[in-house]
């Protein structure tokens, strides 16, 4: 049973370009979230979304963040003209509609803005 | 505000120092209390949930418990391949997704 399939796993950008990150959740899992990790921090949550629906996405900076979880496909973090603060970990998380609120990781993506 | 609080930030044992590891958090209508290993360049593996004070799960070397009002993670024996960053969050009544805290980064020398 595949896990958490993130990718790109490393991702350069130069400052106001754009990031697409991609997050194929757990067979069965039907709810992803996505997190940010900046070097000595912890976690931070971004977004929360089931299959076209977001949840929840109080995380989310209001300008340049977007996230998605078509019907079909990945769910995709996007940053619009990415700025040096962006650079970081993006972790994506599914977890089973049984709601016990247990999330399994992917390995992440790096991104780092030159 | 709901918050998750680790302790200590690093920790430092020797390989059979046994040690424990504490979360407290501050989580309204705690739902579940749940405890990752990071390694680094990897993402969160998930260890173990309680769900109510007084409940303890065990793996291998270690062990989680729940009180009110903390957690810890009890290390028996620890191996260097023990060594990562132990992970605590917490999910509210309100909430659909984990609150973490900043870890505790574990090291185990031979």
């Known amino acids: 049973n595949a896990g958490v399939m993130q990718n790109p796993r490393h991702l350069v950008r130069r400052r106001g370009q754009e990031a697409r990150l991609r997050c194929s959740p757990m067979?069965?899992?039907?709810?992803v979230y996505w997190y940010r990790q900046l070097p000595e921090e912890g976690l931070k949550f971004m977004v929360y979304?089931?299959?076209?629906?977001?949840?929840?996405e109080s995380g989310m900076p209001k300008e340049r963040f977007s996230a998605e979880f078509p019907k079909e496909g990945p769910s995709i973090l996007r940053i619009q003209q990415v700025v040096r603060g962006d650079s970081a970990a993006y972790f994506c998380?599914?977890?089973?509609?049984?709601?016990?609120?247990?999330?399994?990781f992917g390995e992440g993506s790096r991104l780092t803005v030159l | 505000e709901d918050q998750v609080t680790q302790s200590p930030e690093a920790l430092r044992l020797q390989e059979g120092e046994s040690s424990s590891l504490n979360c407290s958090y501050t989580?309204?209508?705690?739902?579940?209390l749940f405890w990752y290993r990071q390694d680094p360049g990897k993402g969160p593996e998930f260890l173990f949930t309680?769900?109510?004070a007084g409940e303890e799960k065990e793996k291998e070397r270690l062990k989680a418990t729940l009180t009110k009002k903390e957690s810890f993670l009890h290390i028996t024996a620890p191996k260097p391949e023990d060594s990562a960053t132990y992970l605590c969050?917490?999910?509210?009544?309100?909430?659909?997704?984990?609150?973490f805290g900043k870890g505790t980064k574990l090291s185990v020398k031979p």
């Open positions: 067979k069965g899992h039907s709810h």
């Open positions: 998380a599914s977890s089973p509609p049984d709601g016990t609120g247990e999330l399994f």
């Open positions: 309680l769900y109510s």
């Open positions: 989580v309204s209508g705690l739902r579940g």
């Open positions: 969050a917490g999910i509210g009544g309100s909430q659909g997704n984990l609150i």
């Open positions: 979304l089931q299959k076209e629906n977001i949840i929840d």
